[in-house]
């Protein structure tokens, strides 16, 4: 049965679309459906993985060299406000090594080692930190102080027995991070090192930490 002319006209006009060659501009060329949902496998999986992680560091490193390229390193930096100059050689020590301070008249091993004991005191303030906690705020540490009191010559003050007489104190104070010496009466003969005796009575002086 023949086609009206209009009607043949519209077929006759889609037969030529779809018979058009691929190359006509305005049909797309048929692409091969992907599956997006498609699960991956254990190794695409993976090698997904290496790759994000990768791309992570190579982010964090990059920012972090441009905040670190903002400030300048300061060689030999120093915290104390104020140095003083002490009479016995603190500063050169390591942990470990010590130095032995003869006694000498008119001194007795009491002056001699409170003496000490002030210096290196005011040695572990210039050269300490207090410890902060994770906002910045001081660390305090509670003790009980027991002292020996003594005289104005800085000799021990003794009771009627012959012992030194004691007082005790509770302090709150900053808990310091910093060097720490342990000061030790020595007496002629006696071991101030491996194979080495002291040569007179004495105090020693030996860095711990």
Do not use: C
Request: avoid cysteine.
């Amino acid at each position: 049965m023949a086609l009206p002319p209009l009607m043949h006209e519209r077929a006759t006009s889609m037969n030529e679309v779809l018979d058009r060659p691929r190359t006509d501009p305005f049909i797309p060329e048929a692409r091969p459906i992907v599956d997006e949902h498609k699960p991956l496998s254990p190794e695409e999986v993976a090698a997904r993985n290496k790759e994000l992680a990768d791309k992570n560091e190579a982010e964090v490193k990059r920012k972090g060299e441009e905040a670190r390229a903002k400030y300048k390193i300061i060689d030999k930096a120093d915290y104390r406000l104020t140095k003083t100059e002490f009479l016995y050689p603190f500063e050169g020590l390591a942990v470990g090594q010590g130095f032995f301070v003869p006694l000498e008249h008119p001194n007795t091993m009491d002056i001699l080692s409170y003496n000490i004991h002030r210096q290196v005191s005011q040695f572990k303030l210039q050269n300490s930190q207090a410890e902060l906690n994770e906002d910045g705020d001081d660390v305090l540490e509670n003790v009980t102080i027991r002292s020996r009191i003594r005289n104005k010559d800085g000799s021990f003050a003794l009771d009627g027995s012959g012992n030194p007489k004691l007082s005790a104190s509770s302090v709150s104070r900053p808990k310091l991070i910093g060097p720490s010496f342990i000061v030790k009466h020595v007496l002629k003969d006696d071991l101030v090192a491996e194979n080495t005796k002291s040569e007179a009575d004495g105090v020693l002086v030996i860095r711990v930490d």
